[in-house]
């Protein structure tokens, strides 16, 4: 079964860490949490300390999602801190390759996120070095989007190669599409406002029951 990702974007800034603790213990699989420059997307979010705070609370590992405009650059001040994954969107990297290297020699699990204007072949070449695939549902940082159902035939492509990285799905998942994306190939599913709209505990179960 696939995995629920909770994205504390879209939770109560106020509250994180007792989201958090609710998502965990209603039986969310891991956090994420999308790092913003104000630059790349319009939105500025979160940043390496409130990382170490999470970790303090919770065991489940934290996947850092890069939405900026240098990654390369933003990239190692996550290098010692606590997460367990680091993934840049890939056309916003000058340098995906060595950036991807760096990432697994900081003893992290490295991988890019594929915005929705963008197809599988676009990754062809850097296969060998993920550790961890996004697919955007759709477009990075803006919210009130429509879910792209291209992300469907994104993954019936990536499912028929057999990758050897996990692969998510982040923007628009819910109850009512989360069994669909499992069957395409979906391995995490990164929920925001599915997780976070309401109780946090009855949309955690929906979203499993769904699955």
Known sequence: MPE????ILSCDHAFIGD?????????????????????????????PKLIQDLRRITAL??????EVGEPDAVAPLFYDV?????????????????LLREIRSSGKRAGVGLGPAYGTETIRYITGYL???????????????????SVYQKLEELKQTRPGYSISVDGGVN????????????????????VFD???????????KAL
């Open 175 to 194: 109850p009512g599409n989360a069994a669909r994306l499992r069957d395409a190939g979906a391995e995490i599913l990164i929920c925001g406002s599915s």
């Open 61 to 66: 590992p934290i996947h850092v999602h890069l």
């Open 4 to 7: 629920i990702s909770a994205s």
């Open 131 to 149: 550790d961890e695939l996004i697919v955007m549902s759709v477009e990075p940082g803006y919210a009130g989007q429509a879910f792209e159902p």
């Open 82 to 98: 606590p997460c367990d994954s680091i993934v840049f969107q890939m056309d916003a990297a000058s340098n995906p390759i060595h």
């Open 19 to 47: 989201a958090v603790r609710r998502a965990e213990a209603a039986g969310a699989g891991s956090i994420h949490v999308d790092v913003m420059d104000g630059h790349y997307v319009g939105n500025l979010t979160f940043g």
């Open 198 to 208: 309401g109780n946090i505990e009855e949309n955690v179960t929906r979203l499993l």
